[in-house]
Nanobody, 120 residues
Framework: QVQLVESGGGLVQAGASLRLSCAAS????????MAWYRQAPGKQHQDLVA????????DYAESVKGRFTISRDNANNMLYLQMDSLKPEDTAVYYC?????????????WGQGTQVTVSS
């Protein structure tokens, strides 16, 4: 099993920046894809914020394009999300997601989430 731990959330004012981190740990695993999702207050589902696949290609939700940057440190099994020009509508719990395999078995792991609150 692969464990994911997010950090870096907090309370900021609109226009500020935050950098989220996600650390992956486990035994003998390979991660193919990693992504950030978020669940806004009152919503029942999580929305994709940004994802990065193994060859470095990235994809962003329209609402965050030009403001957020996803990056990955493969050597240290880390995922980051640089969030600039934050808006109140970015307020949500942000979750890290990783898909890959360990001992030839596929996995799809989620972190516990980190709260981001943007005040107006």
């Amino acid at each position: 099993q692969v464990q994911l731990v997010e950090s870096g959330g907090g309370l900021v004012q609109a226009g500020a920046s935050l950098r989220l981190s996600c650390a992956a740990s486990g035994s003998k695993f390979t991660i193919n894809h990693m992504a950030w999702y978020r669940q806004a207050p009152g919503k029942q589902h999580q929305d994709l914020v940004a994802r990065i696949i193994s060859i470095g290609l990235t994809d962003y939700a329209e609402s965050v394009k030009g403001r957020f940057t996803i990056s990955r440190d493969n050597a240290n099994n880390m995922l980051y999300l640089q969030m600039d020009s934050l808006k109140p509508e970015d307020t949500a719990v942000y979750y890290c997601n990783a898909v890959g395999y360990t001992d030839e078995r596929p996995f799809n792991s989620w972190g516990q989430g980190t709260q981001v609150t943007v005040s107006s």
